[in-house]
């Protein structure tokens, strides 16, 4: 079964402590990124990846970071999260030059 | 990037078919129109896509006007399931998805 996971689905830190939340594919697809989405703002693209170590910033990467060291995981970095970065995290995968984009089950995240 | 225009809700009731507008004036010649929902607590999936013609999957029906100026995307019998919000989406070479508000469908039984 095609798959997006992503651990862990709810966290809540505090204010400086680094954290990664993890997004797998089992697809074997070349494209994946990571969205936030906010109430009001909608879902806004952080970071994206077109395959193994390729990676690029997409509209609102300040405070994130990401690696793509194998094709099916692409983790993100939060190394000092702050209170802003509180939200609804979603990863998502697609084959380069297909029509359709699977998304994860989302991250609920609250840094204090 | 290119901009989407949506009504911020739509009712419906159950059994019934359901017409979900996009205005896209701005659209290029080789921008697809993609539409994904998002269901509660959900992440958003997709659901259909066109360039030109209408097409049609198990899911819905896209109808593309013939200046690509708008779209609708038509369920054909809503049921409770239905209930989500819907985002209309140009998407270009970049295969990145921009996500406007969307509409929010309420399905009445």
């Known amino acids: 079964e095609a798959q997006v996971t992503q651990n862990p689905r709810y966290l809540i830190t505090v204010t400086g402590k680094k954290l990664t939340v993890t997004c797998s594919q089992n697809?074997?697809?070349?494209?994946m990124s990571w969205y936030r989405q906010d109430p009001g703002l909608g879902l806004r693209q952080i970071y994206y990846?077109?395959?193994?170590?390729?990676?690029d910033k997409g509209d609102v990467p300040e405070g994130y970071k990401v690696s793509r060291k194998e094709k099916r995981n692409f983790p993100l970095i939060l190394e000092s999260p702050s209170p802003n970065q509180t939200s609804l995290y979603f990863c998502?995968?697609?084959?380069?030059?297909?029509?359709?984009?699977?998304f994860g089950p989302g991250t609920r995240l609250t840094v204090l | 990037d290119a901009k989407t225009t949506q009504p911020n809700s739509m009712e419906s009731n159950e059994e019934e078919p359901v017409h979900l507008p996009c205005n896209h004036s701005?659209?290029?010649?080789?921008?697809?129109i993609h539409w994904y929902r998002q269901l509660p607590s959900q992440g958003p999936e997709y659901v259909i896509h066109?360039?030109?013609s209408n097409v049609n999957n198990r899911m819905a029906s896209l109808a593309i006007a013939e200046d690509r100026k708008s779209s609708t995307l038509i369920l054909h019998r809503a049921t409770l399931r239905d209930a989500a919000v819907y985002y209309c989406?140009?998407?270009?070479?970049?295969?990145?998805?921009?996500f406007g508000s969307g509409t929010r469908l309420l399905v009445r039984p």
């Open positions: 990846s077109m395959n193994v170590e390729v990676t």
């Open positions: 697809m074997n697809h070349e494209y």
């Open positions: 998502a995968t697609g084959q380069w030059g297909t029509d359709t984009q699977y």
């Open positions: 066109g360039l030109t």
């Open positions: 701005t659209i290029s010649g080789t921008d697809y």
């Open positions: 989406i140009l998407m270009d070479s970049s295969y990145k998805l921009i």
